[in-house]
């Protein structure tokens, strides 16, 4: 995969004496930095620009369920926004409303924030990603924020750290001290998929090599088919990367798997028109969702489910995969019961942290916290 180093990073006063500025000034030898009092909120898309800013909200996020559908109470460690990977349904370019890459420079207040809350509801399991907002990996390279947070999460008893990419930019996990509480995730899609909608991700082979390091280096792995795309012959293009998957890695490393069918917000559809000329998949059938999305019929819905699951379940009967953002009717039809009946879903995804992981919150804990 091809490293598209920023070119040009503009950084804000406040955070430019910081530990991330550092990095990029070492890791980025040929860009060019500017150093400002605010980044220009004005929209005008560079994807050779890095920002980095001052972040002023929160960095502690719920994942963005809806209480029509199952929720997995996921949360997300917000660190930037946007990403130059250009897979043509990103929901991100109808969701932020500015174009750039943008990091927050003020990692201490992060890491405080985390801390405290982690502290605070210590009496819980927290289930805790960095990829909603941007890919976790691509800027990683140039931030070696992984070899910050992998050590933190090391020490925390009661949290675990998702890290979701569609790079193979893992090189800075190697020889980390991750005490088994990071799992390194992939979002995977039929070959067909992956060449005509996610141009400048890493291929399929290239990912897979990425987990099996990983899991050579002791991380626990986990694996998103979302957005799952309809496209002819479709079961043999997700059948043969399950197949390529379960070749790659040991099952019983994998702590989750998602699928989630392609799912946008109605104004999402001039966007790729516009941008992703090639792209077939606005021109599929949809219907509008409980949650003002558009989606497939319920019927190729659960087609594409019982398939996936059947395949999954073959390989290993006790992983835990999961439906990203679908009800009890669609649950119960494709998997054969309902989160509902095994305490919800975020009990069952907690389960699987603590069966596959290991990690009980409810046994005596010997580690420190941080
Ligand atoms: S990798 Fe994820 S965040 Fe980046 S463009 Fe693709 S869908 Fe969007």
Redesign the pocket.
Known sequence: MIRRAPGRVIVESEVAGGSLVASLRANLPHAVFETVDRVSEQPCRDPGVLEVVRFRGRFLKSCPGTRHYHCCGYRILHFGT??????S?????AYLNQPNLRLFGNIDDMLGELSADLEENSGRLHRIGT?E???SM?LDPYTGLSRLLVPFFAKTPNAVLELK???DFIGNLDGLEHNGHTIAAW?LNAEHVRRRE?P??ATLKERLNAARFCAERGYYLAFHFDPIIEHPDWRSGYGEVLDRLFDAVDPSRIVWMSLGAFRFMPELKSIIQEHHGRSRIPYGEFIRGLDGKMRYFRDIRVEFYSFMINKIRRADPHLCAYLCMEGDDIWLESFGFSPRERGGLDRMLDHAVRDRMHIDITAPETQPFV
Request: aromatic share 14%.
């Open positions: 946007q990403c130059t990977l250009e897979c349904y990103c929901i991100l370019q990829g907002f941007t890919d691509l990419t569609k790079t979002s996610e400048f991700a």
